[in-house]
Every structure is written in C-alpha cells, then in structure tokens.
C-alpha cells in the first residue's frame, strides 16, 4: 500500500472538509442574521448548516458521524463565527450581505462535494454511490438551515446548485478513474466547480422548469 499516498489523501480531504466547514459557516451565520435570531439561534443555523451534511453522509455509510469524536469542525466553526462578528459580517446589509452569502455557500457546495465524493471512492463505491455521497454532503446541511427558517431549500429552485455538486463529484470519479489522484486534481476541480457555480448564478443559469 502506498501509504505517502494515501496520508496525503487524508490531508487533502481534512482541508477540504474545514474549508467547506467554516465557508458553511460563514452563509449559516449570514442567514442567522438576516433571519434576525437572536445568539443561541444564529449559533445553531450556523451549526447544522456546516455539520448538517456531514452527519447525514455518516449515518448513510453506516459510520459514527465524524463529529462526535473529533472536535476539529466545531473548532473551526467556532473561529469563523467569531471571526464573521469581529469582520462585523453582521453589519453587512442588502447585496453585500447577499454576495458574501452566495460566495460562502458555493465555496462550501464545492469543498463537501469533493471531500464526499473523495470518501466515497475511498469506501469503494460505485459512479452512482460516489455521486450521492458527494451530492447529499454538499447540500445535506443547506436543506436542513433553510427548513428551520422556513425557507424552500435552494436547491429546489436557485441557479444549477444541486448539478454542480454532481458535476464535479463526477469528475473526481472519472478522474480517478483514469489514475488521475493527488493534490493538485482535487484543487483544480474546487477551482472549476467553484468558478462554473459563480458563473451560473450570476448569469441566472438555471436547469428548465416544469
């Protein structure tokens, strides 16, 4: 076994999920303030958007969620909480609150994506297995932050956000497919998912509607 390999998987993968953990953050905390909860509130909106798919992807691959035993997410989202207040993130009104917002969230519908997709292939499952791993980690938590502020979930009718999950968790698949593994394919594929999904919001692209 190719073990230099296979811990600089893990290392890739751990900064995948903290930077999808403290980008989800970030939007949970946005909607927290929008939504005009008080602390305990905009705390647990922050929270369960960040872990949300994460635990659900745990529960689905017959795991303990991560969570429960490494305390690293909740270090990170704990910083970037207190680090969205000392930035006065909350004091960001109308379009650049929105902006910020849409920023985050992609950055974090990216990240979870590849890390679920990369823990999918890790578990040996097959193109579709992969594809929902990656897909539910991704949108796992935003579904359940918009149901506790009675939003309709935004993968249900904004831009190609759910698509792009799958879009990327493919190609990581296809990609290792063809022996194609390491760093610097991951990064590229945050860098085009996270560029397509930008570009599809602001150009309004959207799948067509029933």
Do not use: C
């Not at 970030?26 to 305990?40: A, E, H, P, Q, T």
């Not at 904004?158 to 390491?182: C, E, F, I, P």
Request: proline share 1%.
């Amino acid at each position: 076994m190719d073990w230099q390999g296979l811990s600089g998987l893990l290392f890739d993968m751990d900064w995948l999920f903290l930077v999808g953990t403290a980008a989800f953050s970030v939007s949970g905390y946005l909607i927290g303030v929008k939504k005009r909860f008080d602390l305990l509130g905009v705390l647990i909106v922050a929270l369960l958007t960040a872990i949300g798919g994460g635990v659900i992807r745990d529960i689905l691959l017959n795991r303990i969620p991560v969570i429960f035993f490494d305390a690293s997410s909740v270090w990170v989202i704990t910083a970037t909480l207190l680090v969205s207040w000392a930035m006065s993130l909350h004091k960001v009104y109308g379009v650049g609150m929105y902006r910020v917002f849409i920023v985050a969230d992609s950055i974090g519908l990216i990240a979870f994506s590849l890390a679920g997709a990369e823990l999918g292939i890790h578990y040996g499952l097959n193109f579709f297995g992969v594809l929902f791993v990656g897909f539910v980690t991704a949108i796992g938590g935003g579904i359940v932050r918009d149901m506790m502020v009675n939003d309709v979930p935004f993968i249900l009718h904004k831009d190609v956000y759910g698509t792009v999950s799958m879009l990327v968790a493919g190609l990581l698949y296809a990609a290792n497919s063809l022996g194609w593994k390491g760093a610097t394919v991951i990064w590229s594929l945050f860098v085009l998912g996270l560029a397509i999904r930008l570009i599809a919001h602001w150009r309004d692209f959207r799948l067509p509607q029933v």
